[in-house]
T-cell receptor, first 113, second 115 residues
Framework: KAGVTQTPRYLIKTRGQQVTLSCSPI?????VSWYQQTPGQGLQFLFE???????NKGNFPGRFSGRQFSNSRSEMNVSTLELGDSALYLC????????????FGPGTRLTVL | AQSVTQLGSHVSVSEGALVLLRCNYS??????LFWYVQYPNQGLQLLLK??????LVKGINGFEAEFKKSETSFHLTKPSAHMSDAAEYFC?????????????FGKGTHLIIQP
C-alpha cells in the first residue's frame, strides 16, 4: 500500500506571497491532519479534515486554511506569508477510529524569504 | 487539555547500552499514547502505540514502552542501542474522537549514539 505523499517537497517563497501544499492520504483513509514543525515550537496541530469537513483547527491565524476533496486528498493554503511561517509542514492520514495511529508523509519544507 | 512532557531534549548513550526516553502525559480522559521517530529530512514513523489492554507495548526495531497510569508515564526503552537508532523521538497523546483533535506532541528527544 502506498504511503502518504506530499507535494512539493521543498518550496521557497517571499513574504506576502501565498502557497498551496498538497497531500494524498493512504488509500481508504478518510481523515487528514496537518501539522507545522519548527525548531522553536515543535510539532503543532493545524487542522483535521474528515469526509471533506474540517472537524477541528489548532491555534493558528486565519491565514492558514485547508480543504479536503471527495477522494480524501487535501490541500492547505497559507496566504500573506510571513518569515515565521518557515517550517516543515507534515500531513498525516488515518482511519479516524478511536485509538488508531496517524501515518505521516515526508513533509513539505517551506522557506519564506 | 492534553499535554506531553519529554524529559531531556538530548539523550546520549553508548552503542550497546540501554536506551531510556522519558514521557509523561496529562489527559482528562483515558489516553491513547504513541511514540514516533523522525530521521533527518523525513516524516514521522510510528514506533509503537498504547490503546487498551496490555500495558507493556512492543514496537518496531526492538523498542518497547510501558504505560503506567499511576505515574502518568509512557517511557520508551530499548535494551541495546544501535547506531541506526540516532534520531529524534516524539511522544504523543491522542483524543477519543478518532483523531479529530489531532495529536499532541512532546517537544522531542534527540537520541545520540556514541560509538
Amino acid at each position: 500500500k502506498a504511503g502518504v505523499t506530499q507535494t512539493p517537497r521543498y518550496l521557497i517563497k517571499t513574504r506576502g506571497q501565498q502557497v498551496t501544499l498538497s497531500c494524498s492520504p493512504i488509500s481508504g483513509h478518510r481523515s487528514v491532519s496537518w501539522y507545522q514543525q519548527t525548531p522553536g515550537q515543535g510539532l503543532q496541530f493545524l487542522f483535521e479534515y474528515f469526509s471533506e469537513t474540517q472537524r477541528n483547527k489548532g491555534n493558528f491565524p486565519g491565514r492558514f486554511s485547508g480543504r479536503q476533496f471527495s477522494n480524501s486528498r487535501s490541500e492547505m493554503n497559507v496566504s500573506t506569508l510571513e518569515l515565521g511561517d518557515s517550517a516543515l509542514y507534515l500531513c498525516a492520514s488515518s482511519l479516524a477510529t478511536e485509538g488508531t495511529e496517524q501515518f505521516f508523509g515526508p513533509g513539505t519544507r517551506l522557506t519564506v524569504l | 487539555a492534553q499535554s506531553v512532557t519529554q524529559l531531556g531534549s538530548h539523550v546520549s548513550v553508548s552503542e550497546g547500552a540501554l536506551v531510556l526516553l522519558r514521557c509523561n502525559y496529562s489527559s482528562s480522559v483515558p489516553p491513547y499514547l504513541f511514540w514516533y521517530v523522525q530521521y533527518p529530512n523525513q516524516g514521522l514513523q510510528l514506533l509503537l502505540k498504547y490503546t487498551t489492554g496490555a500495558t507493556l507495548v512492543k514496537g518496531i526495531n526492538g523498542f518497547e514502552a510501558e504505560f503506567k497510569k499511576s505515574e502518568t508515564s509512557f517511557h520508551l526503552t530499548k535494551p541495546s542501542a544501535h547506531m541506526s537508532d540516532a534520531a529524534e523521538y516524539f511522544c504523543a497523546v491522542s483524543d477519543a474522537r478518532g483523531g479529530a483533535d489531532g495529536l499532541t506532541f512532546g517537544k522531542g528527544t534527540h537520541l545520540i549514539i556514541q560509538p
